[in-house]
């Protein structure tokens, strides 16, 4: 089963739930890989002493103008979704740092100018915790402006003959997190009991609802004193499969690096957390 942790919003606990989903499966005998789909800013490997034996560039092929052939018609320019080239009737300039790779415009130059170099934009790195849990992250260089291909490219080592592959997404509802969405089995969706954490949770279940998966969510800094959360899921007929508690030790041990499944016995929670997954995933 392949699980896609996801949030609406950067900071509400998604790569606690990823490594320690992840963790606790691993200690209940099955066979996990953790991947970090959030290349602009992996963290999921501090909770881990990971071993890399692996690692491959990401790259993209950029155009390159052909100037004695270029007739400024502009259909290069009219063509690219991302504004990153500029065409007048004397000169031609690629925005390399706007550029997607896509290749349209060398698709649609009529006279053959565009031609296209590859340029690194990123790594991936490949190797297994020192528990036994397989661990993949990509990293975006920096300035770069998509890491989707960075995305797709270490989806490309999910390993078949694990278990549970657990997917720690990048926050938001864009395109990268919609690419590490496709192709997954769940989506877990994790939020925060706030006005932001329940206006993102929405974007964030609108944007899954594109893809044919049963979804579940973790409330996390539970208080109980904020119900709107629960109310719109209940609504919306979601299951909130899991709350944490708002928890100044939690918070520590986040900040230190420690996995709360190894440090406070929260293990059987989210092996618990699982099983719930695993049912509904059957009906
Ligand atoms: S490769 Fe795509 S994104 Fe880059 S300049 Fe051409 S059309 Fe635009
Ligand atoms: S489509 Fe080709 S010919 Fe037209 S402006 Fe772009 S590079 Fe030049």
Do not use: W
């Not at 974007?203 to 109980?224: C, H, K, M, Q």
């Amino acid at each position: 089963m392949k699980i896609a942790v996801l949030s609406g919003k950067g900071g509400t606990g998604k790569t606690t739930v990823a490594t320690n989903l992840a963790y606790a499966l691993h200690t209940s005998g099955k066979t996990i890989q953790l991947l970090d789909t959030d290349a602009e800013e992996p963290n999921s490997h501090i909770f881990f002493d990971v071993k890399y034996d692996y690692e491959e560039s990401v790259q993209i092929l950029l155009p390159v103008v052909d100037r004695n052939l270029c007739t400024h018609c502009q259909e290069c320019a009219k063509a690219c979704e991302f504004s990153a080239i500029t065409v007048s009737s004397k000169y031609i300039m690629i925005f390399d740092n706007l550029c997607h790779g896509c290749g349209v415009c060398s698709m649609v130059c009529p006279v053959k100018a565009i031609s296209e170099k590859p340029k690194d934009i990123g790594t991936i790195k490949l190797g297994i915790t020192e528990e036994g849990i397989i661990f993949g992250e990509g990293i975006m260089n920096i300035g770069e402006p998509s890491p989707v291909r960075i995305i797709r490219q270490l989806k490309k080592h999910i390993d078949p003959n694990v278990d549970i592959v657990i997917l720690d997404s990048p926050p938001g509802t864009s395109c990268p997190v919609i690419e590490t969405i496709n192709g997954t089995d769940f989506a877990l969706l994790v939020t925060e009991p706030t006005p932001f954490g329940l206006h993102d949770l929405k974007l964030a279940i609108d944007a899954t609802r594109e893809f044919d998966i049963p979804i579940g969510v973790v409330l996390n800094r539970y208080d109980g004193s904020y119900k709107k959360i629960e109310e719109y899921l209940e609504k919306e007929d979601i299951p909130l499969l899991m709350t944490i508690p708002y928890d100044i030790n939690i918070a520590r041990d986040y900040s230190n690096g420690f996995l709360i499944s190894k440090t406070q016995n929260y293990a059987q929670k989210f092996i618990d957390l699982f099983q719930r997954i695993e049912v509904i995933k059957k009906c």
